[in-house]
């Protein structure tokens, strides 16, 4: 299934009040489709923390159309150092590209400690993370930001690991990426860095 991704409405609006107010002509921001793995099956829910919670999940298979939530974190990510999460939409503004994801908890990783040190990429088994709520938050992406497809295959000897470091627009297009935990670091509140965690 191919979904376009759509423009945050927020974001549309700012750039069209920007391009009216100094007589230039107003960008328009451009959408990424994504290819999209299996859906997510979920169940409305009531928010526990004061967020907006899209359902509980009951399958941890992402959608990569995942739309964002109607009140995401605020922009740029200062709360957090690191998060762990499936890749949401993509869209690419006059100031930049901003990713939407929906975080997840790391088996046996507090989740302070993901915050704050982050979590080596790993191969995920089916029970290296979990979804406790299907939730998205929104990230800027630094110009400099790097991306990295990690694959995983059988090997003689066990697992075979590789990864492949990629553009932006290589690493939304990997129908792997729609699939799979993203590993995500920041600096500046910005996206520096995007690995997948892969299946074998």
Known sequence: MITTLRVLPVL?????LAGCADGEPTVTPSTVTVTASPEVTSAPTEPTDGGTDAGAA?????TASAEPSGDPAALPRQDR????????????TPDGTVL???R???????????ATEGTPVRIDDGEAF?????RYYEVGV????RFFVTTCSAGESGPAIASDRVDLDAFLGDPAVAGSAVTFVYEDGLLVRAETNPSC
Do not use: I, K, M, R
Not at 142 to 145: G, I, K, N
């Open 100 to 102: 939407t994801f929906d």
């Open 104 to 114: 997840l908890t790391v088996a046996g990783v507090d989740d302070d400690v993901l």
């Open 58 to 62: 009951s399958s941890t298979v992402p």
């Open 130 to 134: 979990s979804n406790q709520t299907e």
């Open 81 to 92: 150092g690191h998060d762990v999460g499936y890749l949401g939409e993509a869209t690419v």
């Open 12 to 16: 549309l609006g700012v750039a069209l």
């Open 142 to 145: 630094s110009p400099e930001a």
